[in-house]
């Protein structure tokens, strides 16, 4: 089995050449070419996460993000956040959220807490 690290985008773009033939037929896990393509995606997929790195979503596109997946409206964040109020001031980020609708959110929701407590987008000035 002939595999190279990858170092540059040109090593990047071969492997992935590679790793593409084995997409339409995927060979079976534990044959040379099953191992093979384990290889080829842990080295690709090192390198994505080095030089592609993908960033958290902002806390608040979080909580919409998951309000449109479940069909919720903000009056349904009422028992996680609090008052319907408090609720529409940290969809419209006038009010960060406290650890306390942090934790709520992860575990009624199940919004990972790495993207809740990331530092939200500031408002743009008026």
């Known amino acids: 089995m002939e595999i190279r690290?990858?170092?540059t985008e040109e090593d990047y773009k071969a492997a992935l050449r590679q790793v593409?033939?084995?997409f339409d037929n995927e060979p079976i896990p534990g044959s040379p070419d099953g191992d093979r393509f384990d290889v080829l995606i842990t080295l690709t997929e090192a390198y994505e996460a080095k030089h592609y790195p993908i960033d958290l979503p902002d806390p608040v596109e979080a909580i919409k993000f998951r309000m449109e997946q479940?069909?919720?409206t903000p009056k349904d964040l009422v028992p996680v956040i609090?008052?319907?109020n408090r609720v529409y001031e940290?969809?419209?980020r006038k009010r960060p959220l406290t650890l306390n609708m942090i934790w709520k959110l992860h575990q009624?929701?199940?919004i990972p807490a790495e993207s809740l407590i990331k530092p939200p987008k500031l408002p743009?000035?008026?």
Request: aromatic share 4%.
């Open 5 to 7: 690290p990858i170092r």
């Open 20 to 22: 593409s033939a084995y």
């Open 70 to 72: 479940a069909g919720l």
């Open 82 to 84: 609090g008052k319907l």
């Open 90 to 92: 940290v969809l419209n």
């Open 108 to 110: 009624k929701l199940g």
């Open 124 to 126: 743009l000035a008026a």
